[in-house]
């Protein structure tokens, strides 16, 4: 019976999944198999020595300490593109309000109430305040073509926008949801100079955090407008204020507040609505629970930010498998440290990470599991 501990509420949907008779789910589960976490965070949690897996229901991972998992050998999972489809209509929604001046117009009329009859009187004088550019032909500049990025780029399209977008880590397949309109830039200063509105959709890490400043506001457009719907570190506030004070930025949308922002003239925060909607939530719990449930049932890996991805179909006998940090000839000395009888071994790394499926032609020795984690390097062992 494998034990999972959810960390917030998860759909039922995804938890409907689990086969009742293999699994037990409860938030104070106690020598859990694997963690179901949304926003909780973890940074500040002991894991159990018990525990194998952490899956995040959504994409971002910022909630999970991810090298550590990594040192002790548990395998985190996120959800790419299960809420994709949620984020890009709010970008939507966000590419709207920017141009519409619907937020500040929708506080003014509240100021009307109890003016009787005047209130039409009233609106028709002091609507032209809130007067504000259609973005049909104009351009939208796409930092971050994934899975969110992409269906963004495809709506604005269809919406009569030029599009242009950049990613330096695009690959074929998705590419090939790009719609053959979009104009793929070479560098993140073309975007810049070329775009009337621009859409961040990247992951913020070391190089990421800040990096939209006073320097990258410089090479913009004056009069850009800037949506953030990826994370709150990518952005310097103070630098974004005092572009929209000058003029230099129109308005800033996102969906990341913070204390200094909230209120300021020209921006319009969500409160991290992106992925707030009951099909996206059902999306990443079901794609959460499935990718979970065939790590602890087989050991296969889709969708890890830490381990390397193999699934492999299982073999007549038992499997092993490790999680190791790369070295020389490290697969060797792992199959070599105990006396096996191996069908066939599959193995990859990722990031100085490596990880090895062992599929037996019979069953496992009984002391392959210690043999092989006497290794020099390896992590984690695993019997299935």
Same mark, same amino acid.
């Given at each position: 019976?494998?034990? &999972?501990?959810?960390?917030?509420?998860?759909?039922?949907?995804?938890? +409907?999944?689990? +086969?009742? /008779?293999?699994?037990?789910?409860?938030? *104070?589960?106690?020598?859990?198999?694997?963690?179901?976490?949304?926003?909780?965070?973890?940074?500040?949690?002991?894991?159990? /020595?018990?525990?194998?897996?952490?899956?995040?229901?959504?994409?971002?991972?910022?909630?999970?300490?991810?090298?550590?998992?990594?040192?002790?050998?548990?395998?985190?999972?996120?959800?790419?593109? =299960?809420?994709?489809?949620?984020?890009?209509?709010?970008?939507?929604?966000?590419?709207?309000?920017?141009?519409?001046?619907?937020?500040?117009?929708?506080?003014?009329?509240?100021?009307?109430?109890?003016?009787?009859?005047?209130?039409?009187?009233?609106?028709?004088?002091?609507?032209?305040?809130?007067?504000?550019?259609? &973005?049909?032909? $104009?351009?939208?500049?796409?930092?971050?073509?994934? =899975? &969110?990025?992409?269906?963004?780029?495809? !709506?604005?399209?269809?919406?009569?926008? $030029?599009?242009?977008?950049?990613?330096?880590?695009?690959?074929?397949?998705?590419?090939?949801?790009?719609?053959?309109?979009?104009?793929?830039?070479?560098?993140?200063?073309?975007?810049?100079?070329?775009? +009337?509105?621009?859409?961040?959709?990247?992951?913020?890490?070391?190089?990421?955090?800040?990096?939209?400043?006073? !320097?990258?506001?410089?090479?913009?457009?004056?009069?850009?407008?800037?949506?953030?719907? /990826?994370?709150?570190?990518?952005?310097?506030?103070?630098?974004?204020?005092?572009?929209?004070?000058?003029?230099?930025?129109?308005?800033?949308?996102?969906?990341?507040?913070?204390?200094? &922002?909230?209120?300021?003239?020209?921006?319009?925060?969500?409160?991290?609505?992106?992925?707030?909607?009951?099909?996206?939530?059902?999306?990443? !719990?079901?794609? =959460?629970?499935?990718?979970?449930?065939?790590?602890?049932?087989?050991?296969?890996?889709?969708?890890?930010?830490?381990?390397?991805?193999?699934?492999?179909?299982?073999? /007549?006998?038992?499997?092993?498998?490790?999680?190791?940090?790369?070295?020389?000839?490290?697969?060797? $000395?792992?199959?070599? =440290?105990?006396?096996?009888?191996?069908?066939?071994?599959?193995? $990859?790394?990722?990031?100085?990470?490596?990880?090895?499926?062992? +599929?037996?032609?019979? *069953?496992?020795?009984?002391?392959?599991?210690?043999?092989?984690?006497?290794?020099?390097?390896?992590?984690?062992?695993?019997?299935?």
């Amino acid at each position: 019976m494998y034990s &999972i501990k959810t960390m917030n509420k998860i759909s039922k949907l995804g938890l +409907d999944l689990l +086969d009742k /008779s293999k699994y037990t789910c409860s938030d *104070d589960a106690v020598n859990a198999d694997a963690i179901l976490v949304r926003s909780a965070s973890l940074h500040e949690v002991e894991f159990e /020595s018990s525990i194998k897996a952490i899956a995040r229901a959504g994409a971002g991972v910022n909630n999970i300490p991810i090298d550590r998992c990594t040192e002790q050998g548990i395998v985190v999972f996120n959800t790419p593109g =299960a809420n994709a489809n949620a984020v890009k209509e709010l970008v939507v929604l966000g590419l709207l309000i920017s141009s519409r001046k619907v937020a500040p117009s929708l506080e003014w009329i509240k100021t009307l109430k109890g003016s009787g009859d005047e209130v039409s009187k009233l609106v028709e004088k002091g609507k032209g305040q809130f007067v504000g550019p259609e &973005i049909m032909g $104009k351009t939208l500049g796409v930092i971050g073509l994934g =899975a &969110i990025g992409a269906l963004v780029a495809n !709506a604005a399209v269809a919406l009569g926008m $030029k599009v242009c977008g950049y990613d330096p880590f695009l690959s074929v397949e998705g590419a090939l949801r790009i719609s053959n309109e979009v104009e793929y830039l070479k560098t993140q200063d073309e975007v810049y100079a070329k775009s +009337d509105y621009i859409t961040l959709h990247i992951p913020a890490t070391a190089e990421t955090k800040g990096s939209i400043n006073a !320097a990258a506001i410089a090479k913009m457009k004056d009069g850009v407008r800037l949506l953030n719907f /990826s994370r709150g570190e990518l952005v310097v506030s103070g630098d974004i204020l005092a572009a929209l004070k000058s003029g230099k930025m129109s308005t800033y949308v996102t969906d990341f507040a913070s204390d200094d &922002i909230i209120g300021e003239e020209n921006v319009v925060a969500f409160p991290h609505l992106g992925a707030s909607t009951p099909e996206s939530e059902d999306n990443c !719990a079901k794609m =959460a629970v499935l990718q979970t449930a065939d790590y602890l049932e087989n050991g296969n890996i889709v969708n890890s930010v830490n381990i390397p991805a193999v699934k492999v179909a299982r073999g /007549s006998g038992a499997r092993i498998t490790v999680i190791y940090k790369d070295g020389e000839d490290m697969v060797s $000395k792992i199959t070599n =440290a105990a006396k096996l009888d191996i069908e066939s071994v599959n193995s $990859k790394v990722k990031k100085d990470v490596g990880y090895a499926v062992i +599929d037996l032609k019979g *069953d496992a020795p009984k002391d392959a599991a210690e043999a092989i984690s006497k290794v020099n390097g390896v992590i984690k062992v695993n019997l299935f």
